[in-house]
């Protein structure tokens, strides 16, 4: 119950394309919603957060989709550029505690 | 505006070794304070979190432990380290419970190979 089950692993697509990384949940008293993006070596960084109240995020070429009734969310990246080859956790929050899913590898080749 | 530090930012310590990570926070009051690991890259996994000065919440145990003696600093230590310490150990801080509650935000990272 209190997984957050994310995919897929690893994921390639070319510039310009748009990658979908989707994570499902079961605890429906998860009450916010935030990916991450790690580059090698470094601490995650948040990107952006949704809250369940709301159906779509954007920020930028970034966007979370949110499904209440199916407990899943996904992250959508538009007009995808190298520079956005990382690692994507997403995650769920309840008490104060972040679960993570197990991170999608992104590769946008030029 | 909040910066966290983690040192140091690369360790090589021969099993049995101990062990003393550290984080610190700047610019805000109060803020819990986490513990992960991450294994090859992968996977986040909470080993501890605080809530304020000398408290301490296990979340898996294991090998190590943590302290908070001082507001915005944490510490991860170990007295005698195994092969499976080895890993990336990320220290985060958040503000749950005030108006920009649950986000959480992560240091540089520490990576600990044990030989």
């Known amino acids: 119950q209190q997984q957050v089950k994310q995919s897929p692993q690893s994921l390639i697509v070319q510039k310009g394309g748009i990658p979908i990384i989707n994570c499902a949940y079961e605890?429906?008293?998860?009450?916010?919603f935030p990916w991450y993006q790690q580059f090698p070596g470094k601490g995650p960084a948040l990107l952006i957060a949704?809250?369940?109240?709301?159906s779509e995020k954007k920020e930028g070429r970034f966007t979370i989709s949110f499904n209440k009734s199916a407990k899943q969310f996904s992250l959508h990246i538009m007009d995808s550029q190298p520079g956005d080859s990382a690692t994507y956790f997403c995650?769920?929050?309840?008490?104060?505690?972040?679960?993570f899913g197990q991170g999608t590898e992104l590769s946008v080749k030029p | 505006s909040q910066t966290i530090h983690q040192w140091p930012a690369t360790l090589v310590q021969p099993v049995g070794s101990p062990l003393s990570l550290e984080c610190t926070v700047e610019g805000t009051s109060n803020p819990n304070l986490y513990w992960y690991r991450q294994a090859a890259g992968r996977g986040l996994q909470l080993l501890f979190y605080s809530v304020g000065i000398g408290q301490i919440s296990s979340e898996v145990p294991q090998n190590l432990s943590a302290s908070r003696p001082q507001d915005r600093q944490f510490i991860l230590s170990s007295k005698k380290l195994l092969l499976s310490d080895s890993g990336f150990y990320l220290c985060?801080?958040?503000?749950?419970?005030?108006?920009?509650?649950?986000?959480?935000?992560f240091g540089p990272g520490t990576r600990l190979l044990v030989l």
């Open positions: 949704i809250r369940p109240d709301v």
């Open positions: 605890n429906t008293a998860f009450d916010y």
């Open positions: 985060a801080w958040g503000l749950w419970g005030s108006p920009k509650q649950e986000t959480q935000y």
């Open positions: 995650a769920a929050s309840l008490g104060g505690k972040l679960i």
